[in-house]
C-alpha cells in the first residue's frame, strides 16, 4: 500500500500534461512501450535527485535518489477489477503516454531537445539531461 501511494504522489509531482497530435499509439492496453531514444536514466540539471528511467517496457520516477516503476504499479493491479490502461503516443521525437490505474491517470509528455538532453513539457516543464 505504501508503494501505491508512493507511485500516485510521485505520479501527480511529476506529471505532465499529454496532447494527441502523435503518430503511433499503443496497443496493449497495460504495456509501456518508451521508444529507443528516450531509454535511459535522465535527471533535472540542477538536480540529479530528481529525474526518470525508461527502459524498452518501464517508465520510472527518480525522486530523492529513489526509482518508482509503472511497470511494478501496474502489475500490482493484475487479476484484480480495478481498472488500469496505458496509451502512449510516440514519433522520433515525442513520447507522451497516459497511464490509468483506477480512477486516476497520470499523463507525461516529453520531446528530445538533443540525444543527451529531453524536455518535459507542461505543466511542470523541465530539462533533464542523460546520464
Not at 510516440?90 to 543527451?116: C, L, P, Q, R
Request: glycine share 6%.
Amino acid at each position: 500500500m505504501k508503494k501505491l501511494l508512493l507511485v500516485s504522489s510521485l505520479a501527480i509531482f511529476f506529471g505532465c500534461s499529454g496532447s494527441d497530435d502523435n503518430s503511433s499509439v499503443n496497443q496493449d492496453d497495460n504495456a509501456i512501450n518508451p521508444p529507443a531514444w528516450i531509454q535511459g536514466n535522465w535527471v533535472l540539471e540542477n538536480n540529479t535527485g530528481y529525474g526518470f528511467r525508461f527502459t524498452s517496457d518501464d517508465l520510472c520516477l527518480k525522486s530523492i535518489g529513489i526509482f518508482t516503476c509503472n511497470k511494478e504499479a501496474l502489475e500490482m493491479y493484475n487479476g484484480t477489477n480495478v481498472f488500469t490502461n496505458v496509451n502512449e503516443t510516440i514519433d522520433d521525437t515525442e513520447y507522451s503516454v497516459e497511464i490509468t490505474m483506477g480512477s486516476s491517470t497520470t499523463a507525461y509528455e516529453f520531446h528530445k531537445v538533443s540525444d543527451t538532453q529531453i524536455e518535459c513539457i507542461t505543466p511542470i516543464q523541465a530539462i533533464y539531461t542523460k546520464q
